[in-house]
């Protein structure tokens, strides 16, 4: 192997530059010739391909955001568009690549090296840490803390009007960002798609804290269509609670936003030296993971398609702290 590119794609997450900065220096290191994929597969199809050097990546490593850019590219989900990206790989002599992003990333990725042998590692790049092959995947501390420091906020206006609060986070299909937030932000309840809280249990759970003396609480809700979203939660609680004080706080795309935390910079430059480590090594159609401290790879199909479990603990954890 001779020649290597790396790209971001789908949705950004804090941590992307530190780990591109460690995939051009280590490949960099070890003699290869490396190109950077800007917008991600469009810029596969269209030639936007450029060499990069050391000082390419230079004072990266502590911005949010990629500056490889992203996107979502329909025309690569078509033959004819992954035939347009093989040919500009092939037109600079590109023998492997580095996919930075999440489970569409890793579909496309796995589906291109069936079509044409390129080999491609897969590094996690979301802040979902939806896949399984990685107890963490680049970007989900930074969207817990951010994520965290709403919330604290958000508690202190409750506590000052008694108000119940549900703070909808992100996370898609998946309870991670809400289950970390509702434990480090000391919320009385978490809803995420792996359970299957109802809103009689929310009610209960409320009236429950009012027999406390709590005046105030926050519910946090993972966004999906599992619970529905914390706005169509609270109006059906204020349905049957009518004498609560009810307001609702969507935390949204700040949580993709932000300067990574030292978590997220270092996991990402792990996991960026291993990329390339595992592509000198003969490695195809993988994603490069961390478990129990210890870099792993695991096959794209895989990867996108296990369910990665929520610990149970964690969820006992929120309910007992919240008494």
Same mark, same amino acid.
């Given at each position: ?38 917008? &991600?597969?469009? %810029?596969?199809? /269209? ?6 050097? $050391? ?5 990266? @490593? +502590? ?118 937030? &509702?434990?480090? %932000?000391?919320? /009385? ?6 359970? $299957? ?5 929310? @009610? +209960? ?119």
């Amino acid at each position: 192997m001779n020649s290597i590119a790396v790209f971001t794609s789908g949705g950004d997450a804090p941590g992307m530059n530190a780990c591109v900065r460690s995939v051009v220096r280590n490949a960099l290191h070890l003699g290869l010739d490396v190109y950077g994929i800007k917008y &991600g597969y469009n %810029g596969m199809i /269209e030639g936007d391909i450029h060499k990069m050097k $050391s000082y390419s990546v230079s004072n990266i @490593i +502590q911005r949010g955001g990629t500056i490889l850019k992203s996107a979502r590219s329909r025309t690569f989900m078509t033959l004819e568009g992954r035939k347009k990206a093989f040919d500009q790989l092939q037109k600079r002599n590109i023998d492997g690549l580095v996919a930075i992003g999440g489970d569409g990333t890793f579909t496309g990725a796995n589906l291109f090296y069936e079509e044409y042998g390129i080999p491609i590692i897969g590094i996690p790049g979301t802040i979902d840490n939806d896949l399984f092959g990685s107890d963490y995947t680049i970007g989900f501390d930074t969207a817990v803390n951010t994520a965290l420091n709403a919330i604290d906020s958000i508690r202190d206006t409750a506590n000052s009007h008694d108000r119940v609060f549900f703070i909808e986070v992100m996370g898609r299909n998946s309870g991670y960002i809400a289950i970390q937030c &509702g434990i480090g %932000g000391g919320a /009385e309840m978490v809803m995420v798609p792996e359970t $299957s809280t109802t809103i009689d249990d929310v @009610i +209960q759970n409320l009236k429950e804290g009012r027999g406390k003396d709590k005046t105030s609480s926050i519910i946090v809700v993972a966004e999906g269509k599992v619970h529905s979203n914390a706005h169509e939660i609270a109006n059906k609680v204020l349905s049957e609670l009518p004498e609560l004080d009810i307001r609702v706080s969507t935390l949204g795309h700040v949580q993709r936003g932000g300067t990574p935390t030292a978590f997220d910079r270092i996991l990402a430059s792990k996991l960026g030296m291993a990329a390339i480590e595992g592509l000198i090594s003969g490695k195809k159609a993988v994603m490069v993971g961390i478990i129990d401290n210890q870099i792993q790879y695991t096959n794209f199909k895989i990867a996108i398609t296990k369910s990665k479990p929520i610990d149970e603990n964690m969820l006992r954890m929120v309910k007992i702290l919240s008494i």
